[in-house]
């Protein structure tokens, strides 16, 4: 038994309130050797516009965070944000009180819990990774859905490329003006929200994201997402990538048109043990291609996100080329070192 989207995302799509946030933040400036466990970005500022269903502006919201953990900042930090870190000390204020503050701010003149919008996949990581941290209760809903509109852009403008389109590329190509500062939170959050009300959101108001922060702890908590055109799965945490890939809930292939248990023609495979493809065949919609992409937690535990997307005869055509490259590869392979045990074999200088 799993999670299944509708369970969880009527709230979201029918939202009376968005809150389209923004954050910076500092990290070590001795790379890995310097990082603190668990917080590899401090958050130093925050900042946020609260939008109506209507994406009409209500309110704002900004804050400068006093840093704790990291003393210095960073040069990247330096030369996007230009803000020094006499001016964080003497203007910001613990990280406690700001999101006490902020999580307050957000539920005003609202009952229901307000969704929550950010350009790229990882603010509201960073956030509850910083709750933690200051041991704060962790109040956001499980699963988390939100509208990552770095991803709508894409899906509406870019035929759903994967590039990570910088925000201040989005405002130029959409005509918007540049008032503000770009990597300062609030003027973020503006543009963010600018674009939000700016786009044909009606097409792609359906394309939610998952945080993952939050993992499923269990096979009754783990997530089944199906979406216009694909379904995504959610799996527990599993010691190994082989008990991962062993497990039948992560490579069982269904049809998310008609709920069918697929026959798979091409069965599971990967060249990195990173990704894994598969190729199966609905007798109602036609060929649906499966990827497993293999995560790993801070604890060093594994989680697996599945996709399926039926496909056509070019997505047939190049899954079959690719799985016909990495068996290349491993009969290359398998050849040199054939000859490397051959007796008298030398080495090559």
Known sequence: MSIQLSEVAADCIDSTRYIVFDLEWNQSTEGKAGEMPGLPFEIIELGAVKLDETFHKIGEFSRFICPTVYKKLH???????RVGMEELRNRGEPFPEVMEAFLSWCREGEARQPVFCTWGNMDLTELQRNMAYYGMENPFPYPLLYYDVQKLYNLLYKQN?????????????MGLPAAGQFHRALDDARYTAEILQNMEFEAVRAYLSLDYYKLPESSEEEIYLVFPDYSKYVSRRFQSREEAIADKTVTDMLCYRCKRLLKKRVRWFTANQRNYYCLAWCPEHGFARGKIRMRRTAEGEIYCLKTIKLTDDDGVKALLGKKEA????RRKKARQKRRKNRPGHQPEL
């Open 161 to 173: 490329s994967k590039d990570k389109l910088p925000l201040d590329r989005a405002v130029q190509e």
């Open 326 to 329: 990495v068996l290349g590869k």
């Open 75 to 81: 040069f990247k930090v330096l030369e996007i944000m």
